[in-house]
Nanobody, 125 residues
Framework: QVQLAESGGGLVQAGGSLRLSCAASGRTVNVYGIVWFRQLPGKEREFVGGINWNGSSSKYADSVKGRFTISRDNAKNTVYLQMNSLKPEDTAIYYC??????????????????WGQGTQVTVSS
């Protein structure tokens, strides 16, 4: 079993930055890929990006490529989502997720078994 908990959300002006954290716990959490999704009310969860178990590979959605960076510190069991040059359209609830397959790039949210509770990010114009 894996437990995930996001933090770091908040209100920021357009052009600003935020860093989200995803704290993971569980016996084998460090072998899991971790992904980030975001969701607006009434909409499907959208894949933002993911990172593999040791941080050597990452994937990003085109909408955030070049602005967002995912990293991880396995010693702290934490994955980070650094968000720069934020836009109002980045406003959403952000979730981290994992699946025991280790996948970090599947874009369908139904693929992932473990989810955090989400953290709200609001970007004002």
């Amino acid at each position: 079993q894996v437990q995930l908990a996001e933090s770091g959300g908040g209100l920021v002006q357009a052009g600003g930055s935020l860093r989200l954290s995803c704290a993971a716990s569980g016996r084998t959490v460090n072998v899991y890929g971790i992904v980030w999704f975001r969701q607006l009310p009434g909409k499907e969860r959208e894949f933002v990006g993911g990172i593999n178990w040791n941080g050597s590979s990452s994937k990003y959605a085109d909408s955030v490529k070049g602005r967002f960076t995912i990293s991880r510190d396995n010693a702290k069991n934490t994955v980070y989502l650094q968000m720069n040059s934020l836009k109002p359209e980045d406003t959403a609830i952000y979730y981290c997720a994992a699946d025991r397959s280790g996948s970090y790039s599947a874009p369908n949210s139904r693929f992932y078994e473990f989810w955090g509770q989400g953290t709200q990010v609001t970007v004002s114009s």
